[in-house]
């Protein structure tokens, strides 16, 4: 919220610069589960990243352009130009994408925001949130269908895409060397 009050606040023509890094470690379980299935889950994107792409049009205004760089079972790297901001990402649930500091710390989690070169690391405090959000729907003070229709198109619109490889301005994490799938399935465009 104060990422927000700060934007709005700010020059109306200033253009933000963001790095969003999200891995999150899952083992063979999510691959067997319906989260596994893009056809059930809508894939990494709609699964981890569906929270992050309405945060980041929330504070940096409607999408502009949306490139999706690389698509896995295992990860997604794209390029958001949003209104007030151009955002490169990389979300993905392979354990050995983990940085070494976090190896080191035995997090299973990173995450991290990087705004015009400051970083915010946020790998803590996000267990309880869906409880919380599920108990003010309850309340009654969920949000409407206009209020998640933005995100709820983007990643529509990076399920369907057609990765274009390292190609632009793409996540530096993007190039990571792709896994195999832990089943040994053939990996199937989203």
Not at 36 to 62: C, E, R
Not at 127 to 136: A, D, G, I, V
Not at 155 to 165: E, K, L, M, Q, Y
Not at 170 to 181: G, N, T
């Amino acid at each position: 919220m104060a990422l927000k009050k700060k934007v709005d606040e700010g020059p109306a023509d200033k253009v933000y610069d963001v790095d969003l890094t999200y891995i999150t470690s899952r083992g063979k379980w999510y691959y067997a589960s319906w989260k596994g299935d893009v056809h059930k889950s809508g894939g990494i994107a709609t699964n981890i990243g569906v929270h992050f792409y309405d945060m980041l049009q929330w504070v940096f205004g409607p999408v502009q352009r949306n490139i999706v760089h690389v698509m896995s079972f295992d990860r997604v790297a794209g390029f958001l130009e949003l209104k007030k901001a151009r955002v490169r990402y990389f979300l993905c649930i392979n354990a050995d994408c983990l940085p070494e500091n976090a190896v080191q710390g035995e997090k299973k989690t990173y995450r991290t925001i990087n705004i015009d070169g400051n970083e915010f690391e946020f790998s803590v405090g996000f267990t309880e949130l869906h409880t919380k959000s599920y108990q003010k729907i309850m309340a009654g003070e969920g949000f409407r269908i206009s209020e998640t229709r933005p995100c709820i198109e983007i990643v529509s619109d990076i399920r369907h895409a057609n990765p274009i490889g390292f190609v632009g301005d793409y996540h530096p994490l993007a190039k990571m060397p792709l896994s195999p799938h832990p089943f040994g399935w053939d990996e199937v465009k989203n």
